[in-house]
């Protein structure tokens, strides 16, 4: 009986090691270091560049938007986002699944690697994604940052692609909600619209 028991055990193991090892690949989404990217978007007939600040310890990720219209920061670790409109001195809470759009789909998404790319000087791992709603591909660096995502959601196209990587760490402060701005009520999202956050299927 022990015999055979153990002989259950050891097939029990020898079967669930391909499922683990799919189930483990897939690609760190998070950045596992200090980083600033500077992206060139593309969407919807448009086309600008935005930087992404990473605090890889705290999981803050800070987007500068275009033309210093302001910044949009989300805490993964507290789960809250904000966005700042400086010509405005306005702030404005932003639900995490709009501020964190990316990473949000990503943690649930299917993965599938690819090949190999260098993006901004940088290596990445090429991955094809399948996630709820939206499908596409990620070029993205073994320590978690993404250089390159092109795909579709909610019926939107747009394509995101760094042209410089810094590693460097970043000022907390950045991550900070600035004082003595006013705070904004978030207009509430209809079904189909899409929040500033940053998604790479639909770069704003």
């Not at 002989?7 to 669930?16: E, N, R």
């Not at 639900?95 to 990445?124: S, V």
């Amino acid at each position: 009986m022990r015999h055979a028991m153990r002989h259950a055990i050891a097939a029990a193991i020898v079967a669930a090691l391909p499922v683990a090892a799919q189930a483990q690949d897939r690609p760190q989404i998070f950045p596992t270091r200090d980083v600033a990217v500077t992206y060139r978007v593309a969407g919807q007939g448009q086309a600008a560049e935005l930087t992404m600040l990473w605090s890889a310890a705290q999981r803050l990720m800070r987007m500068n938007m275009p033309q210093g219209a302001g910044y949009l920061v989300a805490d993964h670790q507290s789960q809250r986002g904000f966005m700042v409109m400086e010509a405005m001195r306005m702030i404005m809470d932003v639900p995490m699944e709009q501020a964190a759009g990316y990473q949000r789909d990503l943690e649930n998404a299917r993965f599938t690697r690819g090949g190999t790319e260098k993006i901004a000087g940088t290596d990445c791992t090429v991955w094809r994604y399948q996630g709820q709603g939206q499908s596409g591909e990620a070029c993205i660096t073994s320590d978690g940052v993404m250089l390159r995502a092109q795909g579709a959601a909610q019926g939107q196209q747009g394509r995101m692609e760094a042209v410089r990587v810094v590693y460097a760490p970043q000022d907390a402060s950045l991550f900070r909600r600035p004082q003595g701005y006013q705070t904004m009520q978030a207009p509430a999202m209809q079904p189909g619209m899409v929040a500033p956050g940053a998604r790479p299927g639909t770069p704003r």
